[in-house]
């Protein structure tokens, strides 16, 4: 049976980072529109040098992995995977539409509140750890270690956010 050509090439073009895609437009767009102290200008302003290398280089990973991992084959756990993914971006993105629609409810001024766009990503990128059970190139690979780099980031980022928090507040 001959292989059609476009089949190799499958792996690198349909791979979990094209999902991400919807999620990296939204924070580019929207960011600026998030309350007073997670705005782009003031979000970066005194933050520990060993916590934004941390976040940073873990969110590098996090962001670049994906694109590594080929969508699961498993029709049955791909459409599993597809729907927490899409459980978690709806969470992610009703998390900032709240902060933006409502930003001195009693909600977006909470603490709980305002991490929420920092603490939901732990759904879809949960669901990206399903989705990509394996890398394109022949490495050892298994979903919990995207599992355990995205908790290294999300935990990065909680911390950062709790410090823009603690001196807005």
């Known amino acids: 049976m001959p292989v059609r050509p476009t089949s190799s090439l499958r792996p690198y073009l349909l791979n979990c980072g094209l999902l991400t895609l919807p999620i990296l437009v939204w924070n580019l767009a929207f960011a600026r529109y ?69 930003p001195t409810s009693s909600w977006s001024m909470s603490a709980a509140g305002l991490l929420a766009p920092a603490y939901t990503p732990i759904i879809w990128l949960g669901a990206l750890g399903m989705l990509g059970p394996r890398l394109v190139f022949p490495i050892y690979w298994r979903p919990w270690l995207y599992w355990l780099l995205s908790l290294a980031f999300l935990s990065y980022h909680l911390a950062h956010v709790a410090i823009v928090i603690g001196r807005s507040g």
């Open 34 to 102: 998030l309350p007073s102290p997670l705005t782009p200008a003031e979000f970066w302003t005194g933050i520990p040098r060993s916590i934004v290398i941390g976040e940073n280089v873990f969110r590098t990973l996090v962001s670049v992995l994906p694109f590594l991992m080929p969508l699961r084959e498993d029709t049955r756990r791909r459409r599993q995977g597809l729907a927490w993914f899409g459980i978690g971006m709806a969470v992610y993105f009703a998390s900032w539409l709240f902060l933006m629609l409502f």
